[in-house]
């Protein structure tokens, strides 16, 4: 049989994963999927199946995918130039999107400025960096649950082993703290115990430069922070001159219904880090702050050959109008109310779901073996997500046990492709959970 007419017969999916499978290290894990393209909160397979995204990219499509203005900005700007470094030639789009980030920031301080990187890993290491510039200090907080990237510094500020097995030395001056997780227990009160007595175990305050906290956590299990634990944890910090560095690479960029989950809190930190849906599907991410703070590197001290790709910037201008709108955080908190409503009436239905939590639309199943014990179900999330793939739902779990199923939809579904979702969803779940 002559070769062309093999590979027709194979089907496309089943010749892109057996290349996968010889071409691509396995630490990539990677779920049956094989994408052809992607609208809105639709993406297609190679081989023609419709799937509704409740992935948009690993938390990166907010805006949903090929968001129009954003991809007519892209072809604009791909037309004029795709790559200059900001560090050989300036130029306008780099500063556009950090005026308005200066313009949407959370963080205190009447001026801000930003920097532009690639991944949200970096964007966490460049405000490590320049925490220990302004403080002079070395000591970095870290909390259990978190997930801060995959680099030397980030996976050792994250904590969980598969992230970090295999992969040590790890760096030093990093410590971990517990975090509230109130569905298992931990309060803000014994949080700030914790970490009181890392202070006096481990680590002296007056050496710590910042601490680290994601507003909701989203590898860790999209577990929110009680309403009083960032404002305890921020008196910490000022009563000990340590930065508050608030990761919103997950969280941020319109996720939970603000630009940014910290504004539900109240406090103001000293510097935010975005990234993911920032750059509407292109590479890009950020550390904003105080003026004062961050110009504590001297020049030379940050950068990087690609950060702030052009591209990625001319995207975020519009990403970043887009969310700052009322119209779309009132879709935004619409599509999480009746995200939340459904999700509460299949916990009444389904033992299994201890909880249903989250904020805004930025919402997870906990899964359990049953709800006295508490035990988590992992296996019951993957047959889920699997069982969803089938269906025709992309879906995703996190958490520390794996146990844990969540939403990330592009806040631009429509209510057909939300329902059509949930449909999938309970039926997977329900099915798994016999
Ligand atoms: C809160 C948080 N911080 C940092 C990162 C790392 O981002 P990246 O994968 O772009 O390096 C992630 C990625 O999931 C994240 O969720």
Not at 186 to 196: F, K, P, Y
Request: charge should be negative; include cysteine.
């Amino acid at each position: 049989m002559d070769c062309a007419v093999a590979l027709q017969e194979v089907r496309g999916s089943d010749r892109v994963v057996a290349a996968r499978q010889q071409y691509v290290a396995r630490g990539v894990s990677t779920p049956p999927l094989v994408v052809d393209r992607a609208e809105g909160a639709r993406v297609w397979d190679v081989d023609g199946r419709e799937y509704v995204d409740f992935a948009g990219g690993l938390g990166c499509q907010n805006t949903g995918h090929g968001l129009p203005a954003a991809v007519a900005a892209i072809h604009e700007q791909v037309d004029r130039y795709l790559h200059q470094c900001f560090m050989v030639g300036m130029y306008e789009p780099y500063i556009d999107v950090c005026r308005r980030l200066a313009e949407l920031s959370p963080c205190s301080g009447d001026e801000q400025r930003s920097i532009l990187v690639n991944s949200g890993a970096e964007a966490v290491e460049n405000a490590v960096k320049i925490a220990r510039a302004a403080t002079g200090r070395p000591a970095v907080i870290v909390f259990d649950g978190s997930f801060h990237g995959r680099t030397l510094l980030t996976m050792t500020m994250t904590s969980k082993l598969t992230y970090r097995r295999g992969f040590g030395p790890f760096a030093p001056e990093i410590y971990h703290a517990p975090a509230p997780y109130p569905y298992r227990g931990t309060t803000t009160n014994d949080a700030i115990a914790g970490l009181e007595e890392l202070f006096l175990r481990e680590v002296d305050p007056e050496s710590v430069a910042c601490v680290v906290l994601e507003p909701v956590q989203g590898e860790g299990g999209f577990v929110v922070m009680p309403e009083d634990f960032p404002r305890a944890l921020k008196e910490i910090c000022e009563r000990h001159g340590i930065l508050y560095v608030d990761d919103e690479v997950q969280s941020g960029v319109g996720r939970t219904g603000p630009v940014w989950a910290i504004e539900r809190y109240g406090v103001q930190p000293d510097l935010l880090v975005s990234g993911k849906s920032l750059g509407g599907g292109l590479p890009l991410a950020a550390v904003t702050g105080n003026a004062e703070v961050m110009d504590a590197p001297a020049p030379g001290g940050l950068g990087g050959t690609f950060g702030g790709n052009p591209a990625a910037c001319a995207a975020a201008c519009v990403v970043l109008d887009e969310v700052a709108t009322p119209e779309f955080r009132a879709r935004s908190e619409e599509l999480g109310a009746h995200l939340r409503e459904r999700l509460d009436a299949l916990a009444e239905r389904i033992p299994q779901i201890g909880e249903v939590r989250g904020i805004g639309p930025m919402l997870a199943l906990e899964l359990v073996h049953d709800r006295e014990s508490k035990r988590p179900a992992p296996e019951l999330a993957k047959a889920t997500t699997t069982g969803a793939l089938e269906r025709g739902l992309i879906l995703l779990s996190c958490g520390l046990h794996g146990n844990v199923v969540r939403i990330l939809v592009p806040l631009v579904a429509s209510d057909d492709e939300l329902n059509r979702g949930l449909e999938i969803l309970e039926e997977a779940l329900g099915g798994a959970a016999g």
